[in-house]
């Protein structure tokens, strides 16, 4: 710090620390968060002599590419909507089914690992699950149930919504738990005591407190499932035609021959996870301000 | 009642079973490489893989890196948050869950397109270039849980009374963040450095399209070209996984108890 | 036969019996307070009578039906509960209406119906509002409103006051009993306040380790408190040791004092100890002539509490507290003069020690 010969006058100037601490994060932000982005979602609309066109969210429109994303949404829906059915009854069950209170850290425990457990080493967990030598398929067939002779495969739609739903249910037990602990014992208590029924406290108080937050969780379960690629890729390599796969294969090898149709790709990405998160968001506010 | 726990008990039981059954099938299935009896032969193979050591010993080096880099830039900025700058906070919010919005290969795909040879900052260019692009990609994959966990930290101290206390005891904004903030906050550090552990180590979209010889491409291709190898590394990489989570249940549980 | 018939009432939790043979009728339109302090059993009964909760033995009637074994919504019983527990996704008037819409009301009767019970609760234009609109004192006269609604044969209050500001907590008390008067409900009442339990019963049920201490109106229970922990929880009483002289004319010495009192001490014999009780405000500064007894001691402590001053006189081991009405024109005691207190012997209660 070297301080200028200011006027004796003048208050020796304040290092204005907030601001110098702050700096360095938004300098990243912009350059390898904001920028990146903005570059690409700029450049979706650009031809390549750099001036303005939607021809490239045009070219979307091809059978490739549009199956792609079809296959990722199917995917995404798939395993969000499982999962998120499926973890929201083992949250509950765990919060306040009334079970040993054991059960309740444990199985938080357990999802926080499983939630974290993707990526390349989950494809290959579930091809030595359920590939055609893997120990389930095996012990099936030993029950007669011959699976892939029924036309199973794990590198398809089914296997890789199984799979994702590997971590999508802890993720949702996560994310909806919290939610679920807002629900007040005495509401259950109150429509009881005026004369409704189990099902009627939850068509009425209980099934519409949470619904928001049921919803907001399956939302965030589809953007997480929509843009991930190492599970997939390690899974089917190439085979299954999702579109971060065909997103990957355009960055190593620009197989469609044209930069900023890859552009749109991304951007076309960008906007449905960008309005799943919104729609999260929005849906998380209305929970909030109930539940508060 | 009673039918209701029953229930509780079911879902409880399908999700344990959906948990443990492709581990065990996973660790099963590691031990068949010797063709008739169970053996550890894949883990014995994959560990004196030099490739293995190598791409490994990499992924936690750039672990390491990204968890200081990571600290050293987000928990600075998310102190004078709390502190001085709540108009920045909806920012900030936003910026922090960016990650979760733009999928990991988006970015990665604007940071090629950004910094490669041909741009006003070349850092594909050299090795060294291309690794801090990594680290900055890794950072900002860890971001929302980084920021998370330092921002859960410091709102459980109150930051502004501790500072103003320091402050009044002439301490410098230094001192203050390195001796007194710090300290209350580290158990919240701890945690978000082992879940960015946890997320960078496996880590496969980035460096692979990167082209760095981390351990997520490692794993990738002996997936594409060994049939029991790639198990014994699932289980490998699953126990790293539950070492991370375990150690932040045992910090944040220390820590809980430490405060009643 | 009274209206509400509790009788031999039990309830255990595994080992641990929470409520010890309990008994008590209720008569119609009665305002009943449970009064007592955490874990007493108090909120258990409240429970039982609302079906929450299953008694181990014993029964409940009321109006002359067994309720014991009724589940709670069959009930036809009222309850309001401390955190409020308005359902946060229904309006005020969604809240309100709950009870009849379940009960398949057409939707004129119940929107008069709603109409009529936020003009009770004089929050007529808040029908449309969500809870979370509301501040805590509205919250509540909306929960009590939902609960009235159905016009239920009972009204449960648990701890209803207990989570709101010391101003509005006095008047929603006022109100609710103002209310209950008007609809001639029968309601009880649970409460850690022996304040509010004082002001707003009929009778009160002081209730200590599951079992009911004293049964009473509240001058009963304020002025002769049946025991040492009766006295002890209603109000701020001085308790002191005391060794009996004469059990026939009431003498007994306080602190090697000699004091008389006029109430009953047959079952005293001589030189027992017994466990007398002054009120603070039955105590006067200064020595008093031959119909009031006189203890002598030392100013310790003197606490301005607005209304009333507190001084605080040590005698030789014991200690009294002592109320004088404040008034600007008093020369308040100094700390360490030597003091004389005085109160009438029929104000001299003798706790039976148990």
Redesign the interface.
Known sequence: MVSNASPASLPRPRVP??VV??T???I??V???????L??VV?AFQDVSGSFTLANLGKLWTPTILSSYWISIKVSVASAVMGAV?GA??A???VS???PRW?RPT?M??S???S??A???????????LGR????TIFLSFLGLNIYAQGFNLLSFWGLTLTY??FQ??LM?LIVSPAIEGI?K??R?????????NW?YWR??AG??LLPSFLGATL?LF??A?????TA??LT?SSLNIV?IL??AQ??GDVLHDQNL?YAI?FG??VI??LS?LCYILLRVRSE???? | MKSNRLGHWLAILIGTLYFLVPLAATFEFSLRKVRGIYSFEAYRVVLADPQFQASFSFSVALAVVTIVFGMAIIVPMAYFVELRLRKLRPFIEFVTLLPLVVPAIVIVFGYLRLYNSSSLLPLTNSSLGTNFLLICGYVTLALPYMYRSIETGLRSIDVRTLTEAAESLGASSGTIIWRIILPNIRSAMLSGAFLTFAIVIGEFTFASLLNRPAFGPYLQLIGANRAYEPAALAVMAFMITWACMGIIQVVSRNTAAARH | MSFIEISHLKKSFGPNTVVHDFNLSIEKGEFISFLGPSGCGKTTILRMIAGFETASSGSIRVGGAEMTNLPPAKRNVGMVFQAYALFPNLTVAGNIGFGLKIAGKDKGEIDARVAEMLELIKLPELGDRYPYQLSGGQQQRVALARALAIKPQVLLLDEPLSALDAKIRVSLREEIRSLQRELGITTVFVTHDQEEALSISDRIVVMNQGHADQIGTPSEIYNNPATRFVASFVGTLNLLEARVVDPATGRVSIDGQPVVTKRDMSAFGIADEAIVALRPEALILGAGDDDRNTLTGTVEEVAFLGAVIRVRVRLREARVSLDIFNDPTLDLPKIGMAASVSFKKEDLLIIASH
């Open positions: 620390w907030a601490g702050v360095p994060f938004m990243f932000a350059l390898f968060l904001i920028l990146p982005t570059f690409l450049g499926i009854f083992i509950y069950a765990a089914g009334g079970l059960i199985v425990t357990f926080g690992v499983a974290q457990f990526g390349v080493p989950l494809a290959f967990a579930f091809l030595a699950t030598q893997g120990l389930v739903l590997y249910i802890p037990v007040k005495e509401w208590e109150a429509a009881t005591i005026l004369g409704a029924s009627q009425h108080i519409p407190v965030l953007a997480n929509f843009g991930a690629i190492a890729y390690a390599g971060t997103l990957y960055i190593r890859g991304a990405m960008i996870t960008g998160n301000r109930w539940l508060k």
